[in-house]
C-alpha cells in the first residue's frame, strides 16, 4: 500500500479572470509568482488541474487552469483552495520552516514544562503567530513566532521552546 503524500496548500482561485475561462490566483507561497511551479495542483476534493500563470494582476494573478474554458466555470471554482505534494516544494533553509511543520507540535518553555501544542499558525500580514492550546490553558494563548519569544524550533523531536513576553501566560499557582 503506498502512502498518501502530504498536501500543501500553495493557493485559492477567487473567481473568473474575464470571459474566456481565466481564474484569479491568490497564491500562499513566499514566491507568489512561483506557484504556478508546483503542477500538478489539486483540490480537497482531489480533483488535479494543471495551472499556468498569463499575468500578474491586483491582487495576485490571472491564470489558466487545466478543463476550464468559460467564465462559469471559472466562477465555479471560486474560493477553491490549491494543493501540491510537499515533495514538489523546495528545501528552506535551517531557520525557515512550512505552517504544517509547525502545527502538532508541543510547546515548552525555557525550564522545559510542557505547555501545549502549536494548534494553528496565523498570519495577518504582520507575521506569523503561533496559536497554542493545551490542558492548563484555559484559552488559547497567542505567541508571535520570532526568534526571541520562539529561540528553538525542533522537527526531529517534535517540539518548539518558547521565551513569551513577560505576562503573555499565565501564571502557574505553586
Known sequence: ??????????????????????????SFCADPAAIGDY????????????????RAIKG?????????????????LRSTRLYTARENLPNLPDDEFYHSDLI?????????????????VLNHGAGDILEITGPGLKEPVLLPFTKEAVPTVDLTAGSIVIDPPEGLLPQSES
Open 39 to 54: 503542477n500538478p495542483l489539486s483540490t480537497e476534493s482531489g480533483t488535479v488541474y494543471d495551472l499556468g500563470i498569463t
Open 104 to 120: 502538532g507540535l508541543t510547546a515548552v518553555d525555557t525550564g522545559g514544562e510542557t505547555l501545549g501544542k502549536i494548534k494553528t
Open 60 to 76: 495576485g494573478f490571472a491564470a489558466v487552469i487545466s478543463g476550464v474554458d468559460n467564465k462559469e466555470d471559472a466562477d465555479a
Open 1 to 26: 500500500m503506498t502512502e498518501k503524500p502530504e498536501m500543501i496548500c500553495v493557493g485559492a482561485i477567487s473567481g473568473a479572470f474575464g470571459v474566456k475561462g481565466e481564474v484569479r490566483i491568490k
